[in-house]
Nanobody, 125 residues
């Protein structure tokens, strides 16, 4: 059983930055960040594959968000820069042994069994 505890988030103006953290109890091959806005489906944003260190980013965040992993601290991060109002959502980290495709972990919510508690990010214009 993997437990994930998130921290970070909050409110920021457009163009600003935030960093989310997710501390895990046990390492898994795939870790990811998702978000869900009211009335919308959960969206996969970024994944990191422990074995290779390879990453995946959704087009909506590519070039603005960075996923990273610190194994010494049992923590993954999501650095979010150039934030936009449309980034407003509840953000979740997730973990699983993983489903690998093309050398990266997939960003499909159904492939992840372990989830953080969620943290709100609000970006004002």
């Amino acid at each position: 059983q993997v437990q994930l505890v998130q921290s970070g988030g909050g409110s920021v103006q457009a163009g600003g930055s935030l960093r989310l953290s997710c501390e895990y109890t046990h390492s898994t091959n795939c870790m990811a960040w998702f978000r869900q806005a009211p009335g919308k489906e959960r969206e996969g944003l970024a994944t990191i594959y422990a074995t290779r260190g390879s990453t995946y980013y959704a087009d909506s965040v590519k070039g603005r968000f960075t996923i990273s992993r610190d194994n010494a601290k049992n923590t993954i991060y999501l650095q979010m820069n150039s934030l936009k109002p449309e980034d407003t959502a509840t953000y979740y980290c997730a973990a699983d042994p993983g489903y690998i495709r093309g050398g990266v972990c997939v960003a499909t919510p159904g492939q992840y069994n372990y989830w953080g508690q969620g943290t709100q990010v609000t970006v004002s214009s």
